[in-house]
């Protein structure tokens, strides 16, 4: 299974989530939501001229109608994402008309 298909997925069963993406969310999408990425994927280490380490980089992006509400899906990603092998590397937040959060996970395997 698809690494990104596989994160939505574990995302998805999270309480409270009205529904999970891999792009950017309708504006009419019900909240709170998640938009599922893979930022980056590059090879952290060789050997015998092969791929041994491959480094994946995640972003996490957090919709809801409060910053709280970001706060409060965010304690429950953090944990899920976890179970997957993911470290959270940065956090940022965006309160707008929408309060966002994005979260950035990374993974080597």
């Not at 993406?21 to 939501?33: E, I, K, S, V």
């Not at 480094?55 to 899906?73: E, P």
């Amino acid at each position: 299974m698809n690494e990104t298909n596989k994160i939505a997925e574990v995302l998805a069963q999270l309480s409270g989530v009205a529904g999970v993406t891999r792009g950017w969310p309708r504006q009419t999408a019900a909240l709170p939501c998640i938009a599922v990425g893979l930022t980056e994927q590059n090879t952290a280490d060789t050997r015998d001229d092969a791929a041994y380490l491959t480094q994946h980089v995640y972003g996490i992006r957090i919709f809801a109608a409060t910053m709280g509400g970001c706060d409060t899906l965010g304690e429950a990603v953090i944990p899920a994402m976890q179970t997957l092998g993911y470290t959270l590397s940065r956090m940022q937040e965006v309160d707008g008309e929408t309060a966002q959060q994005k979260l950035t996970f990374e993974k080597l395997d």
